[in-house]
């Protein structure tokens, strides 16, 4: 196959990748008005973009990030909905600090292990 049927997705372009997902984690949980639910939209379109990248690494890494905001989202759901009606003025510190210590760490941890992966070059070949 000749250079041009080919595309080349270099490893420092699938770490950068890779990187996506947790970095919106970390952002959603530090500043969750209204990044917390923009970013649950945003998610859905990274996800997908990512989850079946060329390189299946990166696939990988997106898919863990995913686990951890969605399912502290979703145990948001029933937490909130049977909370108290003096919630908001009096607990939601304590909900968005709990939060904070669940996913802030588990992203950081996967961006280190993604900083010392050994990553490669990945060739998509074209047709011809």
Known sequence: MTKSN??????????????VFNYGNIASVLIPF??????????????????????????????????YYYAMAGALVPVLTFAPGDFFTKYWWLLWG????????????????????????VVIKGDS
């Open 34 to 67: 209204p990044l917390f639910i923009f970013w649950f939209g945003a998610s859905m379109f990274v996800y997908a973009l990512y989850r079946h990248h060329p390189n299946p690494r990166v696939g990988y890494y997106t898919q863990k990030a995913a686990y």
């Open 98 to 121: 709990l939060c904070a210590l669940y996913l802030i760490p588990l992203s950081i941890w996967e961006i280190i292990k993604i900083n010392r992966e050994e990553w490669h070059d």
């Open 6 to 19: 080919q595309n080349i997705v270099t490893a420092e372009q699938s770490r950068k990748s890779a990187k």
